[in-house]
């Protein structure tokens, strides 16, 4: 049976997972999305399971960014290895990428028998738009503790660089090259 929202435990209520539960919970995750699990690892850890706070859930996910690789697979080995260490961080991982590595490899071989059919590039599209609702949710959710309390200038920050890149076409690293350093600045002096 599967918790609801309501029934999750508050963050500080929640006991850390066990190894078995981190596994289990991850690899839940894994089999939830396709094409990207952010929106349901927020889902999990923070909604479901109590393990983070949003704001906990944010920056583990900002660190994750900074870091090399995929984010959500970063985001499994810094929150398993805060929670069980080494072990916790192997199990995430596994958690994450074993379920989908065997279903990728089934269709896969799925696919180079029958992708050519019309019903199945069909369903591809419907879950590629799915697969785009899911993410603008997750933002939507992201965003809310940028909201909470007095007004700061994160949002601001993004609606400028966003405006720079996206409608304005100004190449994007030059556009970070000159909001990062000062996004950093603003979050410091805000922080003071």
């Not at 400028?160 to 556009?175: D, E, K, Q, S």
């Amino acid at each position: 049976m599967s918790e609801t929202v309501a029934d999750a435990p508050t963050p500080a209520q929640a006991p850390p997972p066990g190894l078995t539960e981190l596994f289990v919970a991850f690899a839940i995750v894994a089999l939830s999305g396709f094409g990207g699990v952010l929106a349901w690892s927020r889902r999990m850890l923070v909604e479901v399971k109590g393990w983070m706070t949003p704001e906990e859930f944010n920056d583990a996910y900002a660190l994750c960014q900074m870091l090399p690789g995929p984010n959500v697979i970063n985001l499994s080995v810094v929150f398993g290895s805060r929670i069980r260490g080494t072990a916790g961080a192997v199990v995430a991982l596994l958690g994450l990428l074993g379920p989908p590595v065997a279903i990728i490899s089934l269709l896969g071989l799925l696919y180079a028998r029958f992708g050519e059919l019309a019903a199945v590039r069909g369903a591809l599209t419907g879950i590629a738009a799915a697969a785009a609702g899911l993410v603008i949710g997750t933002v939507a959710k992201m965003a809310q503790p940028l909201f909470r309390g007095r007004l700061s200038a994160a949002p601001f920050i993004v609606l400028v660089i966003f405006i720079a890149i996206a409608v304005l076409r100004w190449p994007m690293y030059w556009v970070l090259l000159v909001m990062l350093p000062m996004s950093i600045a603003v979050a410091w002096w805000e922080r003071r």
